[in-house]
């Protein structure tokens, strides 16, 4: 059971917009840890996706952002596009695990 | 082009000890944290913990805390991640990868070590 929760799949047609949820507690988001997001495509590493609860990296597309608000995380992405398909995490820190790391169980996303 | 590079997978029984690294380049490593990170097969991202070179301040995620060692020797800017005594339910990919603070993001990723235990 992960300390985030995120929904298991979401699936979307192409060009819709979607939106991956993350849901944490007052010991973790809600404690004002930055969320963080990464994008894992099959059976590669992890790429970050957005750091900063908002931010973007350099060479991410702007159809991603994310967003923050109390215990819970949001990514969206619009304009989906078959490339999309893949694993999305979120990612924050919890002081009640001695200020460690946590990851949310991961969202496959489908595109129809 | 800051990279880091993992090195290869390995296949060990349980009971044998292991000990695979990450290799820092195009950065100061002693001024970034490094974190290990683990995925079983079919499952999602665990974080397990993270080392500033610079110092050896350690920290480890609880499930993880005297499970394994992480060190590192910035001569050679190679972090390591190593077990004393594997279990089959060590089978994973371990990947490594940077952060600028203790908190923040991780960015970049190492490629991922694949460790197999079985008898």
């Known amino acids: 059971q992960s300390v985030l929760t995120q929904p298991p799949s979401v699936s979307g047609a192409p060009g819709q917009r979607v939106t991956i949820s993350c849901t944490g507690s007052?010991?973790?988001?809600?404690?004002?840890?930055?969320v963080h997001w990464y994008q894992q495509l099959p059976g590669t590493a992890p790429k970050l996706l957005i750091y900063g609860n908002n931010n973007r990296p350099s060479g991410v597309p702007d159809r991603f952002s994310g967003s923050k608000s109390g215990t819970s995380a949001s990514l969206a992405i619009t304009g989906l596009q078959a490339e999309d398909e893949a694993d999305y995490y979120c990612q924050s820190y919890d002081s009640s695990l001695s200020g460690s790391g946590v990851f949310g169980g991961g969202t496959k996303l489908t595109v129809l | 082009e800051v990279q880091l590079v993992q090195s290869g997978a390995e296949v060990k029984k349980p009971g044998e000890s292991l000990k695979i690294s990450c290799q820092g380049s195009?950065?100061?490593?002693?001024?970034?944290?490094i974190g290990w990170v683990r995925q079983m097969p079919g499952k999602g991202l665990e974080w397990m913990g993270i080392i500033y070179p610079g110092d050896s301040d350690t920290r480890y995620s609880p499930s993880f805390q005297g499970q394994v060692t992480i060190s590192a020797d910035k001569s050679i800017s190679t972090a390591y991640l190593q077990w004393g005594s594997l279990k089959a339910s060590d089978t994973a990919m371990y990947y490594c990868a940077r952060q600028t603070s203790s908190i923040n993001w991780f960015d970049p990723w190492g490629q991922g070590t694949l460790v197999t235990v079985s008898s």
């Open positions: 007052s010991s973790n988001i809600g404690a004002g840890y930055d």
């Open positions: 195009g950065y100061s490593f002693t001024n970034y944290w």
